[in-house]
Nanobody, 124 residues
């Protein structure tokens, strides 16, 4: 089992920045690919970014490329999402997920563990 706890959400003006953190406990953190997803009411949870177990391979949805950066610190059992140049359409609850596999994924159903989410609100 892996327990995930997100933090760092809040209210920010358009063009601003936030850094989300996801702290993990339980089974060996460093072996899991990790992902950030987001969800707004009435819509499916959508992929944002993923990072492999070592942190040297990342992948993003097109709309956040060049604005968001996913990274991980396996010594601290934490994954981060640095979000810059935020837009109103980035408003959502952000979730981190861990996948019990060798590879990351853009599909939410491929992830086995989830945190409770952290709210990000961007005012225009």
């Amino acid at each position: 089992q892996v327990q995930l706890v997100e933090s760092g959400g809040g209210l920010v003006q358009a063009g601003g920045s936030l850094r989300l953190s996801c702290a993990a406990s339980g089974r060996t953190f460093s072996g899991y690919p990790l992902g950030w997803f987001r969800q707004v009411p009435g819509k499916e949870r959508e992929f944002v970014a993923t990072v492999n177990w070592s942190g040297d391979s990342t992948y993003y949805r097109d709309s956040v490329k060049d604005r968001f950066t996913i990274s991980r610190d396996n010594a601290k059992n934490t994954v981060y999402l640095q979000m810059n140049s935020l837009k109103s359409e980035d408003t959502a609850v952000y979730y981190c997920g861990a996948r019990d596999s060798s590879y990351g994924s853009v599909y939410r159903y491929d992830y086995h563990y989830w945190g409770q989410g952290t709210q990000v609100a961007v005012s225009s």
